[in-house]
């Protein structure tokens, strides 16, 4: 089975900060990685797919990067809304899926 | 647009078995493959299994063969996961989640809460 990790577990940052988090997999999975950002009670939102799609609606401080076994997600001047945690998920060892650790953001 | 929606919160004791189910509106359920995922409390996502809902075809992850089934009902556009023989681990939000093309999963059930306890 594919492993993602992910780091860091947890960061602190400001409103208008810049942010990476990254995702690493065990084994080359192309480009078929999501991230999503999860407010705690929540279900997940899709942010990106296909490591760099920008998800419909998504606003476009959010990026993503990467391909093989490494990838990045990237906020650009963080929001207040945008402290949560953030996860990686890969499809590409279909049916199964496999997700990151998970990344804090807090204030 | 499209919205998932999930059966209520559930407590069961040890031993037994729960069946959440998972209702979809404003698509086709046969269109797409379907997904349920779970998270423990504080812990990150864990897959169970895939079912695709044209002819009822599944996978299950490994840790899940064997206490586990996933149905579908055509005529309602529900899903159902039914987990059996519960120990306290099994304490989690249970998610279906729509698995609109590779890597692109949404959207998410808004979850269903199971708690296992004696």
């Known amino acids: 089975a594919v492993q993602m990790t992910q780091s860091p577990a947890s960061l602190s940052a400001s409103v208008g900060d810049r942010i990476t988090i990254t995702c690493r997999a065990s084994?080359?999975?192309?480009?078929?990685v999501a991230w999503y950002q999860q407010i705690p009670g929540q279900a997940p939102k899709l942010l990106i797919y296909?490591?760099?799609r920008l998800q419909s609606g998504v606003p476009s401080r959010f990026s993503g990067s990467g391909s093989g076994t490494d990838f990045t997600l990237t906020i650009n001047s963080l929001q207040p809304e945008d402290f949560a945690t953030y996860f990686c998920?890969?499809?590409?060892?279909?049916?199964?899926?496999?997700f990151g650790g998970g990344t804090k953001v807090e204030i | 647009q499209v919205h998932l929606v999930q059966s209520g919160a559930e407590v069961k004791r040890p031993g037994t078995s729960v069946k959440v189910s998972c209702k979809i509106s404003g698509t086709t359920l046969t269109a797409f493959y379907m997904h349920w995922v779970r998270q423990a409390p504080g812990q990150g996502l864990q897959w169970m299994g895939m079912?695709?809902?044209?002819?009822?075809?599944?996978s299950y992850a490994l840790g899940f063969q064997g206490r586990i089934a996933m149905t579908v009902d055509t005529s309602r556009d529900t899903l159902y996961m039914e987990l059996r023989n519960l120990t306290l681990s099994d304490t989690a939000v249970y998610y279906c989640?729509?698995?609109?093309?590779?890597?692109?999963?949404?959207?998410w059930g808004q979850g269903t809460l199971v708690t296992v306890s004696s």
């Open positions: 084994q080359d999975v192309r480009e078929e």
């Open positions: 989640v729509r698995r609109f093309s590779s890597s692109r999963l949404y959207p």
């Open positions: 998920l890969q499809d590409f060892d279909f049916p199964s899926l496999s």
């Open positions: 079912i695709i809902p044209e002819g009822g075809g599944t």
């Open positions: 296909e490591a760099y």
